[in-house]
C-alpha cells in the first residue's frame, strides 16, 4: 500500500511515561468516529514514504484532538521514542462513512465546479492541504484558480453527475485574469528584434 491509496490521520508526538505510551495529534473533523481504531500505519521520519502497519492496543482521547497512544510491541520509553513525529495514516477504503450530503474532498478532484451565478467554470485537478488553508485547484480559461475550503464558497457536491457547487466571492477570477497575471507569459513589445539600421 502506498501513501496515495491513504490518508493522513494526524501524528505522533512524544512519549508519554515509562510503558511505550506516545502523544498522538488527530486532525479528524469528529474524534469519536476513531474510538475503535484497531490498527494504523505509520510514515515514519527515518523512512519517509514507507508504511509500517501497527495494531493498536489503547485509545485514550485527552482532548477533541489529542490522545494518549499505545501500540502493540511498544511497551518501553526506548521502544517509542523513535515513533515521535511519525505520521499516522489510514487506507482511503476506511473512511468512515458519511451522509448523503457530505463529502471528503480529495474524493471530488476531476468534478466539474459550477457557480450559483456564473455557471459551469472548470474542473478541480487538486486538493491541496496548506498550514493555514486547505483549497481546491480549478483550471479556469488556462489558469489555476485556488479555491479556499470554506462553507460559504464549498456549498455541495453531487457525485452521481461529478458536480460541486460552489458561491465564488466577487472579484476571485479577476485575480487569476488580471493582465499582469498574464503579462508574465507575453512577450513584452520590447523585446521585439528592432530591423538593421533602425534606432
Not at 502493540?72 to 489510514?90: C, H, M, S, T, V
Not at 453531487?158 to 466577487?170: E, G, I, K, N, S
Amino acid at each position: 500500500m502506498t501513501l496515495d491509496d491513504c490518508y493522513q490521520l494526524g501524528s505522533l508526538g512524544k512519549p508519554h511515561g515509562l510503558k511505550g505510551f506516545v502523544v498522538a495529534f488527530f486532525d479528524v473533523d469528529d474524534l469519536n468516529d476513531y474510538r475503535k481504531l484497531q490498527s494504523v500505519l505509520l510514515e515514519l521520519p527515518t523512512a519517509p514514504g514507507k508504511l509500517v502497519p501497527y495494531s493498536v492496543e489503547k485509545f485514550q482521547p485527552q482532548t477533541d484532538k489529542k490522545v494518549l497512544f499505545k501500540l502493540k510491541g511498544i511497551d518501553r520509553i526506548e521502544d517509542a521514542e523513535p515513533l515521535r513525529n511519525a505520521k499516522l495514516w489510514r487506507p482511503l477504503a476506511e473512511l468512515p462513512a458519511l451522509s448523503d450530503d457530505q463529502f471528503y474532498f480529495h474524493d471530488v478532484v476531476g468534478y466539474t465546479v459550477i457557480d450559483e451565478e456564473l455557471g459551469e467554470l472548470g474542473v478541480v485537478e487538486a486538493f491541496y492541504e496548506l498550514p493555514k488553508q486547505d483549497v481546491l485547484g480549478m483550471r479556469y480559461q488556462k489558469q489555476e484558480v485556488l479555491i479556499p475550503v470554506v462553507d460559504e464558497l464549498v456549498r455541495r457536491a453531487d457525485q452521481a453527475t461529478r458536480q460541486l457547487f460552489v458561491r465564488l466571492p466577487a472579484g476571485l477570477l479577476d485575480v487569476y485574469l488580471s493582465p499582469s497575471s498574464q503579462q508574465q507569459e507575453e512577450p513584452d513589445d520590447d523585446d521585439e528584434p528592432t530591423p538593421d539600421g533602425a534606432a
